[in-house]
């Protein structure tokens, strides 16, 4: 399974952003696509996760309320929009696909995308 985030960029403080995962190369060999974020110098931290059906939805941390994950009825792209981004929403996001079923934990992933970087700044 490869991943490819994209739809990272400047955003000033209080806008929106929509950030893409494009699944390909076993699209059938996953249950569950995540998002994580990871800070220069902190643990990566999990912001949202859908299953493959779309049916099972979680979200997580700071972001949590402020974002909404979806994804498209051939199952090749998830997408995670963020509101109300905050100077604090700044990092590299990253997607990543697990076998299993929906968690919010890094360690239980097994494929991840390259990551794109969100800055909030006026």
């Known amino acids: 399974v490869q991943l490819q985030a994209s739809g990272g960029g400047l955003v000033q403080p209080g806008g929106s952003l929509t950030l893409s995962c494009a699944v390909s190369g076993g699209e059938l060999n996953y249950n569950a696509i995540g998002w994580f974020r990871q800070a220069p110098g902190k643990e990566r931290e999990g912001v949202s996760c859908?299953?493959?059906?779309?049916?099972?939805?979680m979200y997580e941390g700071s972001v949590k309320g402020r974002c909404t994950i979806s994804r498209d009825n051939a199952k090749t792209t998830v997408s995670l929009q963020i509101n109300s981004l905050k100077p604090e929403d700044t990092t590299v996001y990253y997607c990543?696909?697990?076998?299993?079923?929906?968690?919010?934990?890094?360690?239980?992933?097994?494929?991840w995308g390259q990551g794109t970087l969100v800055t909030v700044s006026s």
């Open positions: 859908i299953s493959r059906d779309g049916r099972k939805i």
């Open positions: 990543a696909a697990r076998l299993a079923g929906v968690l919010p934990t890094p360690n239980s992933y097994s494929y």
